[in-house]
């Protein structure tokens, strides 16, 4: 069958004629201007010559939608400006690589056009004239859980009681909504009934079909089911707002631990309630829960049982109960969950660095930076001939992110000899007494540095090398010695942003 069919409309309200129906409908960013045109046409006047004033008004408005995609008009060009602008005046969509959390929708990985006011425009249009189903689709359900048609609910109760004791049948209901509501329809469309004033004539069943199928498509711009749909993105996007708002300030602060006591309490409630489901979810009768749940919330609905819950009697009696039951939960949440409300305190380090030219053993030793790491003779900075980073001054020293000091100044560390122990430096020698230094130690040939191996030091088996050395004067000292400083620090607590 040709694509001459009647187009049919994406709601039940009628859609205003338009005049010219050979033109395509495809969605540009200068569908306004042939909207105009459109406009124009349809105040024509019908005459004798009607078919032949609409082929010439097709033919000018064809060579009006080429000559508009085909070069740049004043409307695209003010679109491209103005799209030029906001690419300068939105932030860019790029990652930084210093960022802890990722945002999914980045550009990094999406691989979708950006942002584009055009684009943006001519989407909303092409949106907005195909989404009219999606709003009938949405009326229809709100008439049929409000009780507009009770007949229409009783309806839809029976099939959902049938579903529920045999949930077998629910496999049946996409095909049985596929046939009653879409090949019906359809095939009705095709077979209609011979003009006549008669409630009881019935749809010819024989025969061939006698109109063509029904399409959908758009609705063209400036008519009434375009502004319909305009309208109910409009409320459908403040419905959304109120919801979310809603659940931010009603649901979301017994979930976020703003109240930390509470929220402790009912996340302890829902992981034993999920461990007693786990083991008895056999034993629960599923097909009589889910029937009398989608009775009561679907009877919930009814006017005269919602205008009973919404009185003003009523509502007060269930606020007091809310409130009451919220008591008895927040006395059990304050008797039974203790909260440590100290905050959390580690320790840091700091290593003091110092050095003195190798060939000047007499020199003095300069301080030189103060860093996290020790710099041993064996550190992957140390053996990459990387210079020690760190910063000149104990003033100088900052916290980690997300911390604060706890005491007032830092702490020389007097026992050496287990932190050089527990990171297995090797080549060092370390002050048992006095300033707590642990030096490099400067070996000058093969035979010394194997001989240190049957001195004082800590190993298991007789061939291991020793880890360390005391401090015994014994050896050449390299250009690098180290000791390490410790403090506290405890846990910034963040306060919330208004």
């Known amino acids: 069958m040709a694509d001459s069919g009647p187009s049919a409309a994406t709601r039940d309200d009628e859609v205003p004629i338009i005049a010219v129906t050979e033109s395509s409908e495809t969605d540009t960013p200068h569908s306004s201007s042939r909207t105009t045109i459109r406009s124009k046409m349809g ?15 097709s033919a000018k408005l ?24 906001l690419q300068q005046i939105i932030p860019s969509d790029h990652t930084n690589d210093d960022d802890t959390e990722t945002d999914m929708r980045s550009r990094a990985y999406i691989n979708r056009p950006a942002f584009s006011l055009a684009t943006m425009s001519t989407n909303f249009r092409r949106f907005n004239a195909r989404i009219g189903v999606a709003f009938e689709f949405e009326s229809r359900m709100i008439a049929l859980f409000t ?12 099939i959902y009681t049938f579903i529920c004791l045999d949930p077998k049948l629910l496999a049946v209901v996409p095909l049985a909504l596929c046939c009653n509501f879409v090949m019906v329809p359809a095939f009705l469309a095709r077979h209609p009934p011979p003009p006549s004033t008669s409630a ?6 024989d025969g061939p079909p006698l109109a063509p199928p029904p399409r959908f498509k758009p609705a063209s711009e400036l008519s009434q089911d375009f502004f319909r749909n305009m309208r109910d993105l409009q409320n459908i996007m403040d419905d959304y707002s109120c919801m979310y708002d809603h659940v931010v300030k009603q649901v979301l602060p017994f979930l976020n631990f703003s109240d930390e006591t509470f929220s402790s309490s009912l ?3 829902l992981f034993l309630s999920s461990l007693v489901l786990f083991v008895a979810a056999q034993l629960i009768p599923w097909r009589f829960a889910f029937l009398i749940v989608g009775w009561v919330a679907i009877g919930a609905g009814h006017p005269k049982v919602r205008d009973y819950l919404t009185a003003p009697e009523n509502r007060a009696m269930m606020e007091s109960q809310e409130k009451e039951a919220e008591s008895i939960f927040n006395a059990f949440s304050d008797a039974d969950i203790i909260l ?7 320790e840091v380090e700091i290593f003091e660095l110092q050095h003195r030219p190798s060939h000047s053993p007499n020199a003095e030793w300069e301080s030189f930076v103060f860093t996290p790491v020790p710099y041993t003779p064996l550190s992957p900075a140390r053996l990459a001939g990387e210079r020690p980073r760190g910063t000149r001054f104990f003033e100088d020293v900052q916290t980690p992110e997300g911390w604060r000091w706890a005491d007032k100044k830092w702490t020389l560390d007097m026992m050496s000899r287990e932190w050089v122990e527990e990171r297995c430096i090797t ?9 707590r230094w642990v030096s490099d130690i400067l070996y000058e040939d093969e035979g010394e540095q194997s001989g240190a191996s049957n001195g004082n030091g800590k190993g298991k088996g007789k061939e291991k090398a020793i880890a360390w050395e005391e401090g015994q004067g014994r050896h050449r000292l ?7 400083w410790t403090r506290f620090v405890e846990r910034v607590v963040v306060t919330e942003e208004k």
């Open 340 to 346: 440590n409300p100290a905050p959390e305190i580690r």
């Open 478 to 484: 390299d250009e690098w010695r180290r000791r390490r």
């Open 62 to 85: 064809e060579k009006k939608e080429e000559k508009l995609d085909g070069s740049g008009s004043s409307g695209g060009m003010h679109d491209r400006l103005m799209a030029m602008l």
């Open 200 to 205: 009881t004539d019935f749809y010819p069943l």
């Open 267 to 269: 996340f302890i409630a």
């Open 43 to 57: 105040k024509l006047k019908p005459s004798n010559a009607a078919t032949k004033i609409r082929e010439k008004l």
């Open 147 to 158: 009780w507009m048609a009770p007949t229409n609910t009783l309806a839809f109760l029976a």
């Open 427 to 435: 080549g060092v020698e370390v002050e048992m007494e006095g300033e």
